[in-house]
């Protein structure tokens, strides 16, 4: 979730040069963009529908989609949402998908035994990261590209030194940054973060995965804290536990897993019957 809130907010302040640098409609071609109502007649939606105005008067749609990862059920879903804006209004409606991560399947066709559909892909891991560097708006994609990690120093200092924007979109611009630099490297997301928090803590989006870190932290504390319950009560009962059940065990994540695990480990009478129904839980 919190790439997907991350990108929302850099397409509300970059949608602009998104669409000249990966369309390539520049200043010659845009009028102007106006934001669509993310709602269509159904309860699914688009992550950005924009009006654009062209020079000439004529006016297209184009839908830019966030995907972490690609499969064929989101093309199936875009599909959908392109149909739909082109029922609504009945103008010509691109497709723009901005995927974060490397996939072969992403080809910008999809097509079986009745469909074929185009739609225009952002493939970061393909692009040079240092063609971006000019353009502040970009950089926080900059980790996702080629070469990204070895210029994000450069490109933060960029975003925390400029004076032509205003210091939420800096707040922004650097916590995007840092989140989609924790995609590719977690290191690399936790330097950014730290390095550059006295700002980051403007954004809401910072506030927002902050809040989020600390419902994971609590979710894998108790977690950690029903693995060694089980634990101990395996060796109040059985005194020595093999290493490789107490690794087994620090494998299991789901706490209702682990809550009968536990139950079976107080009723068991040895370590092998406790094996052997461990095995029946977690294969079923």
């Not at 106006?34 to 749609?61: A, N």
């Not at 989101?74 to 723009?96: N, S």
């Amino acid at each position: 979730m919190k790439y997907d809130i991350a990108a929302k907010a850099i397409l509300d302040i970059s949608k602009e040069h998104i669409i000249r640098e990966f369309l390539g409609l520049d200043d010659k071609y845009i009028h102007y963009l106006d934001d669509l109502p993310e709602e269509t007649v159904s309860i699914r939606r688009s992550d950005f529908p924009l009006r654009v105005t062209l020079k000439d008067g004529k006016e297209i749609i184009v839908l830019i989609e966030i995907q972490t990862e690609f499969n064929n059920d989101f093309v199936l879903r875009l599909i959908d949402y392109t149909v739909r804006f082109m029922l609504r209004y009945h103008l010509r409606v691109i497709p723009l998908v901005l995927l974060l991560t490397p996939s072969q399947s992403a080809t910008g066709v999809y097509e079986d035994d009745r469909i074929k559909f185009r739609y225009e892909i952002v493939r970061f891991w393909e692009k040079k990261a240092e063609d971006y560097l000019n353009n502040i708006y970009l950089l926080p994609f900059l980790p996702l590209m080629d070469g990204g990690d070895k210029i994000i120093e450069q490109a933060e200092k960029i975003i925390y030194e400029s004076v032509d924007i205003e210091i939420r979109h800096k707040a922004d611009l650097l916590t995007a940054m840092a989140i989609f630099a924790g995609l590719r490297d977690r290191n690399l997301g936790v330097w950014l973060a730290e390095r550059r928090r006295d700002i980051m803590i403007k954004s809401p989006v910072y506030e927002f995965i902050k809040e989020e870190g600390m419902k994971e932290g609590m979710k894998e504390g108790i977690q950690q804290g029903m693995q060694k319950l089980l634990v101990d009560t395996l060796e109040i009962k059985f005194e020595i536990i093999p290493k490789t059940l107490i690794n087994s065990i620090n494998e299991v994540t789901d706490s209702e897993t682990l809550r009968i695990l536990h139950n079976i480990a107080v009723k068991c009478n040895s370590i092998e019957e406790f094996v052997e129904k461990m095995k029946l839980v977690i294969e079923h």
